[in-house]
T-cell receptor, first 108, second 117 residues
Framework: RKEVEQDPGPFNVPEGATVAFNCTYS??????FFWYRQDCRKEPKLLMS???SGNEDGRFTAQLNRASQYISLLIRDSKLSDSATYLC?????????FGKGTRLHILP | DAGVIQSPRHEVTEMGQEVTLRCKPI?????LFWYRQTMMRGLELLIY????????DSGMPEDRFSAKMPNASFSTLKIQPSEPRDSAVYFC???????????????FGPGTRLTVL
């Protein structure tokens, strides 16, 4: 089993809809979690950290479920500009692991 | 403030040639990372440095790959000899030290797109 797994997608979602995707991790000792966004042919950029109690940034909500070992990202009122690949990052003991990403296409 | 700078942005070379990729991290960042990204394998961490010292090179695929950081503002990733399977986008990233490695944002450069024929 891979240490960090994501559904590669693509998720094709109409503009204005809500979309959510998960990222599972295998090591229970994982310490910190992030979501990065990567546009086509660009570099990854931090979208948001994921805190134990869950956190929200505008239309984006991130949650952590330690018992089931996954993190989630929910996007409300999706915009065309949200089309990108979303990478989850799991860190433990200074070991940094990126998921392969979930592709999201917002349809007009 | 300039972000992470990488050069060249594109490199096309023939199998067997030496390739050198360059990176200038954000000033004041103590961590520097080299990643490789392909469709098949995603984003893989190759090596990272802390204060110019290599800390974890377990992701370096084989002896053909080497990385150096002679000072706080410059790092190189060298492939010698290059092979077609090395074709990928190579990213450099840097991160500040405050709070520890696991809790800090990484700032990525624009990447070098390498094609080995």
């Amino acid at each position: 089993r891979k240490e960090v797994e994501q559904d590669p997608g693509p998720f094709n979602v109409p503009e204005g809809a809500t979309v959510a995707f998960n990222c599972t991790y295998s090591n229970s000792a994982s310490q910190s979690f992030f979501w990065y966004r990567q546009d086509c042919r660009k570099e990854p950029k931090l979208l948001m950290s994921v805190y134990s109690s869950g956190n929200e940034d505008g239309r984006f909500t991130a949650q952590l479920n330690r018992a089931s070992q996954y993190i989630s990202l929910l996007i409300r009122d999706s915009k065309l500009s949200d089309s990108a690949t979303y990478l989850c990052v799991v860190n433990r003991d200074d070991k940094i692991i990126f998921g392969k990403g979930t592709r999201l296409h917002i349809l007009p | 403030d300039a972000g992470v700078i990488q050069s060249p942005r594109h490199e096309v070379t023939e199998m067997g040639q030496e390739v050198t990729l360059r990176c200038k991290p954000i000033s004041g960042h103590d961590y520097l990372f080299w990643y490789r990204q392909t469709m098949m394998r995603g984003l893989e961490l190759l090596i990272y440095f802390n204060n110019n010292v290599p800390i974890d090179d377990s992701g370096m695929p084989e002896d053909r790959f080497s990385a150096k950081m002679p000072n706080a503002s410059f790092s190189t990733l060298k492939i010698q000899p290059s092979e077609p399977r090395d074709s990928a986008v190579y990213f450099c990233a840097s991160s500040p030290v405050a709070g520890g490695l696991s809790y800090n944002e990484q700032f990525f450069g624009p990447g070098t797109r390498l094609t080995v024929l």
